[in-house]
T-cell receptor, first 116, second 116 residues
Framework: AAGVIQSPRHLIKEKRETATLKCYPIPRHDTVYWYQQGPGQDPQFLISFYEKMQSDKGSIPDRFSAQQFSDYHSELNMSSLELGDSALYFC???????????????FGNGTRLTVT | AQTVTQSQPEMSVQEAETVTLSCTYDTSENNYYLFWYKQPPSRQMILVIRQEAYKQQNATENRFSVNFQKAAKSFSLKISDSQLGDTAMYFCAFKNSGGSNYKLTFGKGTLLTVNP
């Protein structure tokens, strides 16, 4: 079965640079989520999109932005990177539309961002 | 806002034995979903088991089962016949059932080590 695809798997950036993370959800899934997981931490919700519209927002810094495109893939853009942005970034997708229930979130393998 | 509490930061168990991981949560909602996710050293997020709050029957998936106590807002995970491959961080997670807020709220996690 198709899974959530994230790219790149690893990314090394310097402070003040920008980074773009990509996510391709499971086909027919209508909701995409972004999470940030620091070392030894639980995943923290950043932002989500339902049918290409922002549906919820968590602790996402103003330096970060995200969008979901017409083909349902999503991108997380991170600017003015700081050392503290080093983390594992997960994308997840689920099916939440009419007729769906108890839809778990399916996670990609994550992008490991290192800021030096 | 919902909160999820996992009171056991670390646990260990001998191979083939049974172990129970605890989780409590706080919500004012009557219907919601609960999940256990496993994160092995590879750091993938893998769904272990799910439970709908409106179902009284406890969910079971092979060696994994839950004890869902809605009135007590408790959702523990029992792993029977523990295997070395069960060594992982286990996260309890809460999800609303309606509206546009579909994100998962995670607990801090329990690191389970299965010893040979």
């Amino acid at each position: 079965a198709a899974g959530v695809i994230q790219s790149p798997r690893h990314l090394i950036k310097e402070k003040r640079e920008t980074a773009t993370l990509k996510c391709y959800p499971i086909p027919r899934h209508d909701t995409v989520y972004w999470y940030q997981q620091g070392p030894g931490q639980d995943p923290q919700f950043l932002i989500s999109f339902y049918e290409k519209m922002q549906s919820d927002k968590g602790s996402i810094p103003d330096r970060f932005s995200a969008q979901q495109f017409s083909d349902y893939h999503s991108e997380l853009n991170m600017s003015s990177l700081e050392l503290g942005d080093s983390a594992l970034y997960f994308c997840a997708s689920s099916l939440e539309g009419t007729g769906s229930y108890n839809s778990p979130l399916h996670f990609g393998n994550g992008t490991r961002l290192t800021v030096t | 806002a919902q909160t999820v509490t996992q009171s056991q930061p670390e646990m260990s168990v001998q191979e083939a034995e049974t172990v129970t991981l605890s989780c409590t949560y706080d919500t004012s909602e009557n219907n919601y979903y609960l999940f256990w996710y496993k994160q092995p050293p590879s750091r993938q997020m893998i769904l272990v088991i799910r439970q709908e709050a409106y179902k009284q029957q406890n969910a079971t998936e092979n060696r994994f089962s839950v004890n869902f106590q809605k009135a007590a807002k408790s959702f523990s995970l029992k792993i029977s016949d523990s295997q070395l491959g069960d060594t992982a961080m286990y996260f309890c997670a809460f999800k609303n059932s309606g509206g546009s807020n579909y994100k998962l709220t995670f607990g801090k996690g329990t690191l389970l080590t299965v010893n040979p």
